[in-house]
């Protein structure tokens, strides 16, 4: 069975880090990808980083860039993301989506369609 499990979620200050980690198990593909993406209330989920696990190719959201950090541990197919300056605009469910079988693409890894499993979410609020 494949599991996609997140933890780290928690209120901060804006200005503040937080670092989620993001356990994918069950799936025998050495192709696969494993994306972060956050939902605010009334928004669509959009994605924040991508790190693929074929080519070691890494991705992020232009809002994010120089502020969030994504990091892997291959052996454990872990993800974590490291979350620095944080804004109150960063405030969301924060979710880990898994995408197995084929390579992510620089032009669709932030498509949520793109991913096969998800994990149950976990929240982030940034206070001012």
């Known amino acids: 069975e494949v599991q996609v499990v997140e933890s780290g979620g928690g209120l901060v200050q804006a200005g503040g880090s937080l670092r989620l980690s993001c356990a994918a198990s069950?799936?025998?593909?050495?192709?696969?990808?494993l994306g972060w993406f956050r939902q605010a209330p009334g928004k669509e989920r959009e994605g924040v980083s991508c790190?693929?696990?074929?080519?070691?190719?890494?991705y992020y959201a232009e809002s994010v860039k120089g502020r969030f950090t994504m990091s892997s541990d291959n052996a454990k197919n872990t993800v974590y993301l490291q979350m620095n300056s944080l804004k109150p605009e960063d405030t969301a469910v924060y979710y880990c989506?898994?995408?197995?079988?084929?390579?992510?693409?620089?032009?669709?890894?932030?498509?949520?369609?793109?991913?096969?499993?998800w994990g149950q979410g976990t929240q982030v609020t940034v206070s001012s």
């Open positions: 069950g799936f025998p593909f050495d192709d696969y990808a």
């Open positions: 989506a898994l995408r197995i079988g084929t390579r992510v693409l620089r032009r669709t890894w932030m498509l949520p369609e793109e991913y096969n499993y």
């Open positions: 790190a693929s696990f074929s080519d070691g190719s890494t």
